[in-house]
């Protein structure tokens, strides 16, 4: 089992949460699991952008984003 | 829309032609390059008489469908020297569109140097002197024409910045509180329309009626659907509606990619004190004429805009937007969003485009004119330009030019443009579309934050750019904004459906790519014979050599691999 932390960083919530996980989850079923369709959101781990594929590591930080674009 | 108006400056003729055939399917950047490619030489001189500047709606103008009343002006770019089209949401397409007028084109340099409205109804067209509006800022310039000719008009405005030709001054559409703030920002047009001696057009649609619908049924249909698509979802019904762009600071600063003290680095200690959340405790905190969901478009139910209040509830500017927060604001050192706000009030009142006048602080501050973080410093500078001093001129002529007087070499521009608020080693994709898109740097050219590939990897990153290029330049000419595409997705079926409803001629995905792909091609060739090749297509040199210390990164996208984003072959 990896511990993970998601932080939410959406309109209408806030907050880090800690998620335990069976080890190599992608990331795109573990957004998918929690109701988020992973090409609507930019996951940040460690600083970088990573893909639904990404097989998540014990440890990982996750950010959650909308993925706008500014103007 | 059928009407071509040709204004010549130089005789004061105005000619209202029919639009011909093949430019039916056209409107907005589509139509914009596709005039100036026909009509001007690109070895002209963009302040000369041969350059023309050509305004056209977006195909679907006219309509109260949420978010499809951009605009687009075109002509020959002062600062890039390439072909150019500024957009911009706002209440002109609309207005435009429902007098029939699918271009209004520019042409000529005027005889005299007397400034001039050009008012356009239903009723007439005509050029009116202009003297008593000299030297005037675009907000006093919108009063003056709404107690003139009434609230209810359209205005299109330069401010100082254009009159005296700077290179970095744009062009102000009204939105629809007739605020004189919606910017057709990029490349330097306001020189262009300056330099013809138009001060303003104003557009007077009283009598103006919705644009022909040749399939009712199809359209209401597709037109709820788009409604339900947008309030449906997460993005459009809530972060852009509660926190606006500014929701991008804390998503671009994670990414290392928030333009910071002179594009030094892609992350900002002071990010939190400027990033959406702050913008709209401010706002709601304040109240008073502040609004942190508010509508540049009629119809528009994103309401991605705002009005920015001070502590006593006086707007500061409306809107504040991200790319002026990282410009002006990170990009600067400066961690305030009073300051920042006041001096995107500025560069709105001068007539600036505020991504090239804050870059062009950077570099100035890099330059040791002032320090980074001077706030007080920053809006003494802008004070210069509005005076027109020789620092004024310096910076209102934007960061490339500040840099090689100044001596500073780290200049973050592509073809003389400056880069938006991405850090292009941290967004690589924005970095093939900073270095090979036809507009010199310029994020709304092919805008890839969205696209499926790690942002600080080089791989795919020429692809997504493609993708994202031609996905842009389709929004850029049916007159859609982004944030539309944000809600539909892949469901490109929507804007097919609107547009053929309103047509009466099928159109397919197929054809919107095929009309972004020829523009792109169009374009590329009117820059070739203006005298740009592969070494233009590149990024600053120390974006090479040195790592953004944020995303630990150089930017590292081969030009070989650059050079093939226009082979569309394979689509």
Not at chain 2, 154 to 173: F, K, P
Not at chain 2, 402 to 416: A, D, M, N, S, W
Request: aromatic share 6%; glycine share 12%; net charge negative.
């Amino acid at each position: 089992m990896i511990t993970i932390q998601l932080e939410l960083f959406l309109g209408g919530k806030h907050g880090e949460v800690s998620h335990y996980l069976q080890e190599n989850t992608a990331l795109g079923s573990f957004l998918k699991e929690l109701g988020y369709e992973a090409s609507d959101y930019l996951a940040i781990i460690n600083g970088s952008n990573r893909l639904e594929d990404y097989l998540l590591k014990d440890g990982d930080k996750i950010k959650l984003f909308p993925a706008i674009s500014g103007g | 829309m059928e009407k071509v108006i040709r204004v010549n400056v130089k005789n004061n003729s105005i000619n209202v032609e029919e639009s011909p055939k093949e430019w039916n399917l056209l409107g907005g950047r589509a139509l914009t390059s596709t005039i100036i490619a026909k009509e001007v030489s690109p070895t002209c001189d963009p302040l000369g008489p041969n350059n023309k500047l050509v305004i056209a709606p977006g195909v679907l103008a006219g309509t109260t469908v949420s978010c499809v009343n951009r605009i687009s002006i075109g002509g020959k770019a002062p600062l890039t020297g390439t072909i150019k089209e500024s957009n911009a949401g706002g209440t002109t397409a609309y207005k435009l569109a429902r007098l029939g007028i699918k271009a209004l084109i520019l042409e000529g340099l005027p005889c005299d140097r007397k400034k001039r409205i050009l008012y356009i109804s239903d009723e007439k067209i005509e050029l009116i002197s202009a003297d008593d509006l000299e030297d005037m800022g675009v907000y006093d310039t919108a009063s003056h024409l709404k107690s003139r000719f009434g609230n209810k008009i359209g205005t299109i405005i330069i401010g100082q910045a254009g009159e005296r030709m700077y290179l970095a001054s744009g062009i102000a559409n009204s939105d629809k509180d007739g605020v004189p703030s919606r910017y057709c920002g990029r490349g330097g047009l306001g020189a262009v329309m300056g330099s013809k001696g138009i001060k303003a057009i104003v557009i007077d649609d009283s009598k103006g009626k919705t644009p022909n619908i040749a399939d009712e049924g199809l359209f209401k249909k597709t037109r709820d659907e788009i409604t339900k698509t947008i309030i449906n979802n997460e993005n459009t019904a809530n972060s852009y509606t509660k926190y606006g762009t500014a929701g991008l600071v804390n998503l671009a600063n994670s990414l290392g990619a928030l333009p910071t003290r002179n594009f030094s680095t892609g992350n900002f200690e002071g990010a939190d004190n400027i990033n959406g959340q702050k913008l709209y405790d401010l706002i709601t905190t304040r109240k008073g004429e502040g609004n942190p969901s508010h509508a540049c478009m009629p119809g528009c139910l994103v309401r991605c805009s705002n009005i920015f209040p001070d502590s006593d509830g006086k707007t500061i500017v409306a809107p504040l937007e991200y790319e002026t927060i990282g410009l002006m604001g990170s990009n600067c050192g400066i961690g305030d969003l009073d300051i920042i706000g006041k001096l995107n009030y500025m560069c709105n009142d001068i007539g600036l485009d505020t991504i090239d006048m804050g870059a062009a602080i950077g570099v100035a501050m890099e330059g040791g004119i002032i320090a980074f973080g001077d706030g007080e410093g920053a809006i003494r500078l802008l004070d210069e330009v509005k005076k027109d001093t020789y620092l004024g001129k310096i910076l209102g002529n934007g960061a490339a030019i500040c840099g090689k007087v100044l001596g500073v070499t780290h200049v973050p521009v592509c073809k003389g443009q400056a880069m938006a608020a991405y850090e292009p080693r941290a967004i690589k994709g924005l970095g093939v579309t900073y270095a090979t898109s036809t507009m010199g740097a310029d994020h709304t050219a092919g805008q890839t934050i969205r696209a499926a590939v790690e942002h600080r990897k080089p791989d795919g990153q020429v692809e997504a750019s493609r993708n994202a290029q031609i996905s842009n330049t389709i929004h850029d000419y049916i007159g859609t904004c982004f944030f539309v595409g944000g809600a539909i997705k892949g469901n490109m079926g929507l804007l097919t459906d609107l547009i053929t409803s309103m047509t009466g001629k099928s159109c397919s995905l197929e054809d919107l790519k095929k009309t972004a792909i020829n523009t792109l091609l169009t374009e590329k060739e009117f820059n070739t014979k203006a005298g740009f090749n592969e070494g233009d297509d590149l990024l600053p040199e120390f974006f090479y050599l040195e790592e953004n210390p944020a995303s630990k990164t150089v930017f590292d996208v081969t030009a070989e691999e650059m050079n093939k984003i226009f082979q569309f072959d394979s689509l």
